[in-house]
């Protein structure tokens, strides 16, 4: 199984910031590798994919990465709706796998 | 507008069984694959299991696999998450998601519904 290890587990910024997250591969992906943002109490959203693509209506300001086998998600400014959970996801091969989760809260 | 809507959970012992469905509509319900992903109290996400399109082929977690089965029905645009021998760490919230043209990350979800498995 492919392990995605995301790093910082949570991170205190401000309103402006700017702000990355990044997740390693266990091994090789390629380019499958989604970024999703979750609210409390909410349903995940599609952020980015492929990398680098954003999803349809998802604001410039969020940007995907990648060097090697370590994948980023950089928020740059950060803006108060923002604030949330982000996670991972490889979809290279299968058991699909999740990253552990940024929480990234207000400073 | 792309809408998927859970149901089905609720409480249940540990050794029972529970079936979830999730109602799609605003797509072409036909011409993608679909995934359950779960979430358990305070943790991350966890998929689950995915059907192909047609329904023809299945991929499972090794955690559920053997206790959990998935199916779908295209002309009721539904599809459904069998569970039985349920254990309490099987107690999550449970994502209906849609899979994303041909790439297996997920590009519209449902807002869940809660499994507790407990005695």
């Known amino acids: 199984d492919i392990q995605m290890t995301q790093s910082p587990s949570s991170l205190s910024a401000s309103v402006g910031d700017r702000v990355t997250i990044t997740c390693r591969a266990s091994q090789g992906i390629s380019d499958s590798l989604a970024w999703y943002q979750q609210k409390p109490g909410k349903a995940p959203d599609l952020l980015v994919y492929?990398?680098?693509r954003l999803a349809s209506g998802v604001p410039s300001r969020f940007s995907g990465g990648a060097s090697g086998t370590d994948y980023t998600l950089t928020i740059s400014p950060l803006q108060p709706e923002d604030f949330a959970t982000y996670s991972c996801q490889q979809y290279y091969s299968s058991p699909l796998t999740f990253g552990g989760g940024t929480k990234v809260e207000i400073k | 507008e792309v809408q998927v809507l859970e149901s089905g959970g609720g409480l249940v012992q540990p050794g029972g069984s529970l079936r979830l469905s999730c109602a799609a509509s605003g797509f072409t319900f036909s011409s993608y694959a679909m995934s359950w992903v779960r979430q358990a109290p305070g943790k991350g996400l966890e998929w689950v299991l995915s059907?192909?399109?047609?329904?023809?082929?299945?991929y499972y977690a090794d955690s559920v696999k053997g206790r959990f089965s998935v199916s779908r029905d295209n002309f009721k645009n539904t599809l459904y998450l069998q569970m039985t021998s349920l254990r309490a760490e099987d107690t999550a919230v449970y994502f209906c998601a849609k899979v994303g043209g041909n790439d297996w990350y997920f590009d519209h979800w449902g807002q869940g519904t809660l499994v507790t498995v407990s005695s």
């Open positions: 492929g990398i680098f």
């Open positions: 059907i192909s399109s047609s329904g023809d082929i299945t």
